[in-house]
């Protein structure tokens, strides 16, 4: 057995055992020489492709083109700092290339990695010049061509232009109004554009576009910066890149967004007396306009507050409208400055009460006629009954004695729900009786005087 093994790895036959059956032997010996061959042709075929292999990806060159390469040129800046040139036109923006190299390496190479350029160094008068294309690549790849080897540039002197932009110029496409909502008025921090750039290019601009940074919906009044834009006589936008214009990104636009609606107009009155059926108004209705949140807050507009006890049973009043915050109109879009109001009180019931004691102090010092008026036609009957006993007139001690204007009525507290002192008349400096003053229940703490 083990002469066997030694057989099978050095290739030779294995020896014959004494009294082995000699057909058996051969047929191993047989066996273990074609595997033999085998496993070196399987050997030298592996080899063969791994040579094959290496030389296809180290040694073997091929070539590839890269299309569109864009031009630039070096030394722009430079060329209008010191000599107030720019470069005005050129003759190709962009050319073909064919690179060879080894394929492992070629294949890595991407279109950024091709650099084609100009150098407009020595330059410094303005005119047309014929300079030649040079293009670079990573290290170990070869230019084998290029489409263009050398480019004509025109190259003239810079100059400026003034454009005037106002709101006309803004265009706020993209922006989404709330319902209801429309666009105000515009405001821009500036009113000029210095344009900068060749001569014969400065002649294609016509105008300025001016469009929003940002877009969105628009609920309320906003404010945004604006991207100009160059256009030409047809309104079409100029990409000439040796323009330039010095206030870009420093053009901010406050753009109003307003609301309007219509809204009832109403009158209100000081003690709470008035009633919306014992006045008309013309107009009765109003257009608001103004910050979207103020006017859905709005639910009527408040043209004046009246003093009940000084309207007169009718009474014709023009009061001026002044709302802040909003701009007020009428039905026909015309402001609304003035509203007249027509007041009717001739249904409530009226009562003049004799012999009324005014008090300076704690002291009666005489008396007044008191004309008493029913908040509704519901307390008629209690408006009649009403006596002296029901009423006290307080007169203010900073006043003259007997001044009407310093005098003020005070009804009893059950009766001050239905009815309000309309005037005081009749003045009569005779001090009641103490027979009378003892019968009244009037308050013996100091009343506020409303003049």
């Known amino acids: 057995m083990w002469n066997k093994i030694k057989a099978f790895f050095s290739g030779n036959p294995a020896p014959v055992e004494e009294g082995a059956d000699h057909r058996h032997v051969d047929y191993t010996v047989q066996k273990n020489r074609k595997f033999d061959m085998i496993a070196r042709i399987l050997a030298v075929l592996a080899a063969l492709l791994l040579w094959i292999y290496v030389v296809s990806t180290t040694t073997v060159s091929e070539e590839e083109d890269f299309s569109l390469v864009p031009v630039v040129c070096n030394g722009e800046e430079s ?19 064919r690179l060879m190299g080894n394929r492992q390496e070629l294949r890595k190479v991407t279109n950024e990695q091709v650099k084609a350029y100009i150098s407009l160094a020595g330059i410094d008068t303005a005119g047309e010049y014929e300079l030649k294309v040079y293009v670079d690549v990573p290290s170990g790849i070869t230019v084998v061509s290029q489409s263009v080897s050398q480019v004509v540039v025109q190259v003239d002197r810079t100059a400026q232009k003034q454009m005037s932009v106002t709101e006309s110029n803004l265009s706020l496409q993209g922006w989404t109004l709330s319902e209801g909502c429309f666009f105000g008025e515009t405001k821009l921090n500036i009113d000029t554009l210095t344009v900068e750039g060749p001569t014969l290019s400065l002649q294609k601009v016509a105008s300025v576009e001016l469009y929003s940074d940002v877009i969105g919906d ?20 100029i990409t000439d890149s040796s323009l330039s214009i010095r206030e870009t990104g420093q053009i901010k636009i406050s753009v109003e967004v307003l609301k309007s609606k219509t809204v009832p107009l109403t009158v209100q009155g000081k003690n709470g007396y008035l009633t919306a059926d014992q006045y008309t108004l013309t107009p009765s209705t ?4 103004g910050e979207p949140k103020m006017v859905d807050a709005t639910d009527a507009l408040t043209v004046a507050v009246v003093d009940e006890t000084d309207l007169a049973a009718k009474a014709t009043v023009q009061f ?26 001739s249904a409530l019931p009226v009562h003049v009460v004799e012999e009324v004691p005014v008090f300076r102090g704690s002291e009666a010092v005489g008396s007044v006629k008191v004309t008493v008026r029913g908040v509704s036609t519901e307390v008629a009957a209690i408006v009649q009954a009403l006596t002296s006993k029901d009423i006290t007139v307080y007169s203010d001690t ?25 005037e005081i008349t009749d003045y009569d400096n005779t001090p009641p009786s103490k027979d009378v003053i003892g019968n009244l229940e009037h308050p013996v703490v100091p009343v506020e005087i409303v003049a």
């Open 218 to 237: 628009a609920d309320e009044s906003f404010t945004v910066t604006a991207t100009p834009h160059l256009l030409d006589s047809k309104g079409n936008i």
């Open 320 to 345: 001026s409208l002044n709302i802040t915050g909003l701009t007020v109109t009428d039905s026909q879009n015309a402001p609304l400055t003035t509203v007249q109001a027509q007041f009717d009180l």
């Open 79 to 97: 060329l209008r700092s010191e000599y107030g040139l720019v470069v005005q036109s050129m003759s190709i923006d962009t050319l073909n290339v």
């Open 286 to 289: 109003a257009v608001i306009v």
């Open 398 to 422: 900073e006043q003259p004695e007997g001044t009407i204007s310093a005098m003020t009525a005070v009804f009893t507290e059950t009766l001050r729900a239905y009815v309000y002192a309309v």
